[in-house]
Nanobody, 123 residues
């Protein structure tokens, strides 16, 4: 099972940017997928974006396409979520997640979760 530690959340004005980081440790396989979910108060946790460990396939939720970019640096075992053009509705706790592959992670079948990092967008 992988261990995930997030960082990079904070407070930003609408239209601004934040970059989240997720450092991954453990026995990483090339088929593993790492991604981001988020949970706003009163809402269920929802999928945001994912990338396979090789880094050549990504998927995004429709709500963040064109604004968020997921990437990974295998040398640092870190996955990033660059969030641009932030909106008030992007306010949430963002969780890093890992699964056996991309299909599993988009279905919410998660093997490991990070502790979460708060991202708050203000008007």
């Amino acid at each position: 099972q992988l261990q995930l530690v997030e960082s990079g959340g904070g407070l930003v004005q609408a239209g601004g940017s934040l970059r989240l980081s997720c450092t991954v440790s453990g026995s990483i396989k090339s088929s593993d997928a790492v991604g981001w979910f988020r949970q706003a108060p009163g809402n269920e946790r929802e999928f945001v974006a994912t990338v396979n460990w090789r880094g050549d396939i990504t998927y995004y939720a429709d709500s963040v396409k064109g604004r968020f970019t997921i990437s990974r640096d295998n040398a640092k075992n870190t996955v990033y979520l660059q969030m641009n053009s932030l909106k008030l509705e992007d306010t949430a706790v963002y969780y890093c997640a890992a699964a056996y592959n991309l299909y599993e992670i988009t279905k919410g079948r998660i093997n490991s979760w990070g502790q979460g990092t708060q991202a708050t967008v203000s008007s």
